[in-house]
């Protein structure tokens, strides 16, 4: 039968076409978010908390967080949910904040608003009983201003039906009135699973909606100071059996469940797989600490707090399990399904008063009208845009612009035999809710279109540049491309022009627009030519620099052959500069035969920058280095010859005949230095080639330096040898100084032991006159008897030469001392004379003179 036939539409057949159509279109959201999922592959950060709902603006229901939902997707490993839920500002951000183990994870405020909004998930680095990931989730709190129960109750939901563990947090104490209020709130999550797992559209409803139980529930009561009450005291658990005990009383104040109920089996027994109370000490003592809890560290808090939160964190992990899906554990996509179909559900008012069944035929028959015509409206959108390619924008207002034609028709032809006011405006306003809906699929295939026609720009572009032989002058390279890209930025706007064209105005419905685009497509297809334009110019910048790059090998390979040659040899200045002129020569010539084949290459700055390389890297650090270990050589070679020479020297000098007299020695001396001399000049190049070297200089300075210091010491040793020689003469000389010794007292006229002058004179004349009474003395010369005086005086005589030198200084100072001693009597006495006769005298003048005569003689 044709969907326009409105006789074929009973009751039965539009539920199954409703339920068909809303499994299509949850298949469809699950399609995208796999997509969205195998598109995208990144982790979740530890410790950050991302927002999944929302609330809607009037805070009646909840809306999915898109972004959130798709972190979700997109984490494929295994959670278990650790739910909190409870007033506002009773705590419930800082008890997460403490679990997690880093106190600013989620927002802690002072003010009396509520901070949290929706719900919120944060990814710890905490581990489930069962090995799984756990998830923490902080809600928005109960009891917010300007906030129904209603929503409270959904907020609850949420949390129950996810929530691996389910903790209800509150302060100070457990009264009758907060267990009435958990209980309320746990029916209201019962219906809604019970009434959601019963929905016809239910198919794709999460496993754990058929499951009786919710999971394991803690009561935290925060802040609690007070003692248990006295017949609790002696429980294993007290606080769990106060709680217990307020809800035993619930239950046999309620007729529903106090039916075969006894002290252990309520309400929340039966929903919750276990129940367990957990008090909290005060995590602070300071008022300012308390009013902020945002600001107080882990190590601030008090000891009581931080041992009950260790026993609660055990007491949750222990236990904590993901909950089940598809009989797999839940993962990071089935709980980013779950999260859509809870508020989704939530949306289709599953905590609504349920609608009344007998409505008029009336208000039925125009319900069904506007249904089917949407219906029918619907099912000729599909036809519309259809191809491969998404068609023109004209065309796609026309085939619109039909649809709605033809589904109003149809509406009119289901109202024609029934007292009914047609609702065009709500039935466009449902075909408007199906045209935004194919409004988003267009602009979607247009972005994919723009994007394609983009891709086979760039590939026209990359193609052609492809063609172009490298390495090619880059001028010319750049012309070439502006030109092809200006031709495919002119083809591209064509195209994007003559498709944009709205056509005739729409009368029944808005006519559809082209997409908006983060980026202008004009101007992004401009930019990604002028990045492949780039990249093909890079190319050719490669390209240029390699041929640079064996330009530059070349020269180096050439400065390293000629170099090579010379490795083992060794050169003096004059040859370093010829060879200097021969590899410069080499080099310069390697490096231009390697870049003739273009001869654009000389006009671009790569070739001043090469040039520049090779004169630095390939030359002067090469001849440098070659400079260097030439020197080096030399330094060894010469080094190696002076000491040759300076021990062949030593030798043939030890074999020099002494004593002898000074003229044999300095000539036998000299014959021996131009010897050795010779002998360092033979090791100085074949031409003598490497005397202009400073090793050689510094050879022959050193050379000297030991000739000299040897002449010197011959010369000493002679002396010495002479003085041996010269032995009964210094003895002869000895007992003459022995006996003027004797003959010399301490009073003066003597002055040998006195004055070291004469004492020197006195034993120069002894030795000298010894010296004529033996034959070796007529061997030496006057000038070699004076040095052998000398030697011997120094170091034969050189006591008693002391001991003179001591005579003198006392001598010398005894004589000053007396003189000083005279002079100052004497002025002491005539100044006493003076003072006794006046200026004048008692005589008159000329003893004054007399006494002033006197004093000018002494």
Not at 36 to 49: F, G, H, M, Q
Not at 245 to 257: C, I
Not at 345 to 362: D, K, V
Not at 412 to 435: C, S, T, V, W
């Amino acid at each position: 039968k044709p969907l326009g036939c409105p006789f074929w539409w009973t009751p039965r057949r539009l539920f199954v076409f409703d339920t068909m159509r809303r499994t299509w279109r949850m298949g469809l959201v699950a399609l995208t978010t796999s997509l969205c999922c195998l598109a995208v592959n990144s982790e979740i950060p530890i410790n950050k908390p991302f927002q999944v709902v929302r609330p809607t603006a009037n805070h009646s229901s909840m809306l999915p967080v898109i972004e959130g939902l798709q972190m979700l997707a997109r984490h494929d490993s295994q959670i278990a949910v650790v739910s909190v839920v409870g007033p506002y500002h009773s705590g419930k951000s800082f008890l997460l904040n403490a679990l997690a183990g880093e106190m600013g994870v989620f927002q802690v405020g002072r003010r009396t608003n509520p901070e949290t909004m929706g719900i919120w998930l944060c990814r710890t680095n905490l581990t489930a009983s069962d090995g799984s990931e756990v998830f923490l989730m902080d809600s928005e709190g109960f009891f917010g201003p300007g906030v129904d129960e209603s929503y409270d109750a959904k907020i609850f939901t949420i949390a129950s039906l996810l929530g691996g563990h389910l903790v209800y947090n509150t302060v100070k104490v457990i009264d009758q009135q907060a267990a009435t209020l958990l209980e309320l709130l746990a029916r209201r999550a019962q219906l809604f699973r019970t009434r959601s797992a019963a929905e016809p559209s239910s198919a794709e409803a999460p496993e754990f909606l058929s499951v009786r139980n919710f999971p394991p529930l803690t009561w935290v009561v925060e802040d609690f100071v007070q003692e248990m009450p006295e017949q609790h005291r002696s429980s294993e658990d007290p606080a769990t059996a106060w709680l217990r005990s307020y809800l035993s009383k619930a239950n046999t104040s309620s007729h529903d469940d106090t039916v075969g109920a006894g002290d252990g089996d309520h309400l929340l027994s039966r929903l919750y797989s276990a129940l367990k109370v957990h008090t909290l000490f005060l995590p602070a003592t300071e008022k300012q600490q308390l009013q902020d809890l945002s600001k107080v560290d882990w190590e601030d808090l008090t000891k009581e707090f931080k041992a009950e939160l260790l026993d609660l964190r055990q007491h949750v992990l222990s236990r904590l399990q993901a909950r089940q899906f598809d009989g797999h554990a839940m993962r990071g996509p089935t709980l980013e399904r779950a999260l859509r179909f809870i508020t989704q559900a939530l949306q289709r008012g599953m905590f609504a008063e349920m609608p009344s069944l007998w409505a008029t035929w009336n208000a039925q028959v125009a319900q069904m009208s506007l249904q089917d015509a949407e219906t029918w409206f619907s099912s000729l959108l599909t036809h519309v845009d259809s191809g491969d390619d998404p068609i023109p924008l004209a065309e796609f207002n026309q085939d619109l612009e039909a649809a709605r034609a033809k589904a109003m028709a149809f509406y009119r032809e289901l109202l024609r035999d029934f007292d009914i006011i047609p609702e065009d405006g709500a039935l466009r306003e449902r075909f408007n809710n199906h045209f935004r809906n194919k409004l988003t699929l267009y602009h979607e295939r247009v972005h994919r279109w723009v994007g394609q026609l983009i891709e086979v720009a760039k590939d026209v572009l990359t193609r052609r540049l492809a063609a172009i032989e490298l390495p090619i002058d880059p001028t010319i390279l750049q012309g070439e491309g502006d030109n092809i890209t200006k031709s495919q930025l002119t083809w591209f706007s064509e195209q994007l022009v003559a498709f944009s064209q709205k056509g005739p105005t729409r009368k029944l419905g808005r006519a559809a627009t082209m997409p908006a685009f983060t980026q202008d497509p004009l101007t992004h297809l401009t930019s990604d030519l002028r990045h492949i334009l780039s990249s093909r110019e890079l190319e050719n910048e490669k390209e240029i620099a390699h041929f640079f790059k064996d330009a530059v090998q070349a020269a180096e390979e050439a400065v390293e052959s000629e170099l090579r040659a010379y490795l083992n040899r060794l050169l003096g200045r004059a040859k370093m500069k010829d060879l200097q002129t021969a590899v410069a020569s080499k080099c310069w010539q390697a490096f231009e035969e390697k870049l003739v084949k273009h001869k654009w290459l000389r006009s671009l700055p790569h070739y001043r920058q090469n040039k520049a390389l090779v004169q630095t890297d390939a030359y002067d650090n090469k001849m440098t280095r070659f400079g260097q270990s030439n020197h080096q050589k030399l330094s060894d070679h010469f080094r190696t010859v002076l000491e040759r020479c300076k021990t062949s020297y030593r030798a043939r000098k030890a074999n020099m005949v002494m004593p002898a007299s000074e003229t044999d020695l300095e000539a036998e001396h000299q014959q021996l230095s131009t010897a050795i001399r010779d002998m360092l000049d033979e090791q100085a190049g074949t031409a003598g080639d490497l005397k202009d070297t400073d090793a050689y200089r510094g050879a022959v300075m050193d050379l000297n330096a030991e000739l000299e210091e040897g002449l010197l010491y011959l010369r000493q040793k002679n002396i010495e040898l002479w003085k041996v020689h010269s032995d009964e003469a210094t003895r002869c000389a000895l007992r003459q100084n022995e006996i003027t010794m004797k003959h010399c007292g301490l009073i003066p006229p003597c002055l040998f032991n006195k004055v070291p002058q004469v004492h020197k004179s006195t034993s120069r004349a002894n030795l000298m006159k010894c010296f004529s009474g033996y034959s070796a003395a007529a061997r030496m010369s006057p000038a070699m008897q004076m040095k052998v005086f000398e030697n011997w005086y120094n170091k034969d005589l050189a006591q008693d030469a002391a001991n003179v030198w001591n005579n003198f200084y006392i001598g010398s100072l005894l004589i000053g001392l007396l003189v000083v001693l005279l002079f100052g009597g004497g002025r002491c006495c005539g100044n006493q004379q003076a003072a006794a006769h006046g200026p004048f005298g008692a005589t008159g003048g000329s003893t004054g003179m007399s006494s002033f005569g006197y004093n000018r003689g002494y």
